[in-house]
């Protein structure tokens, strides 16, 4: 996915979004920034050799009582109740930006084998939750529709490109 539709995306759920290199060998890498309900200036940095799955790593990992912990008795910062309740915000971002920035990748896989058919017009939608893994919901037009429960995002590309290739 080019940093153009990452920017869309991410500026889309209100993400400031920033193509950057870090470390000694200036690998590219990507910034988001937002600020929070509370005043915080949320920024995180992703490689961007996969951004989408970088991003989604990264919400995977954060923890909203850990994360509030850590601004909790900082000169200006709110009572602990009211950091916990931001970090939560927080982590609905980072949900959002992760499953946007899947759904699109899963697309552009498509996209870059140039699957064309004007029978085909495949509407894919992937969904995530932290305990139980990937519901994938893929139509084609009218005809063909499948629910499947997965448990990574490669499992997911796995089955789109089965599905794909017994559709057309």
């Known amino acids: 996915m080019n940093f153009t539709r990452i920017k869309a995306i991410a500026e889309k759920l209100g993400w400031d979004v920033k193509k950057e290199t870090w470390g000694k060998n200036n690998e590219p890498c990507v ?3 937002q600020y929070s309900d509370a005043g915080e200036d949320f920024s995180f940095t992703v490689g961007y ?17 850990e994360h ?6 900082m000169n200006g910062a709110p009572d602990l109740e009211t950091l916990i309740e931001d970090a939560k915000e927080i982590e609905k971002w980072l949900e959002s930006l992760a499953f946007s920035l899947e759904n699109n990748k899963a697309i ?3 996209e870059k084998k140039k699957i064309k058919s004007f029978k ?18 893929i139509k084609n037009g009218d ?3 499948k629910k499947i429960f997965v448990d990574t995002m490669d499992e997911a590309y796995q089955y789109i490109d089965s599905f794909v290739k017994n559709t057309i």
């Open 31 to 33: 910034t988001f920034n």
């Open 49 to 65: 050799d996969d951004v989408a799955y970088n991003v989604q790593q990264y919400y995977e990992d954060f923890d909203a009582i």
């Open 68 to 73: 509030a912990k850590e601004w909790d008795g």
């Open 108 to 110: 552009d896989l498509y």
């Open 120 to 137: 085909m017009q495949l509407d894919i939608k992937c969904y995530k939750s932290k305990k139980t893994g990937y519901t994938l919901i």
């Open 143 to 145: 005809i063909t529709e």
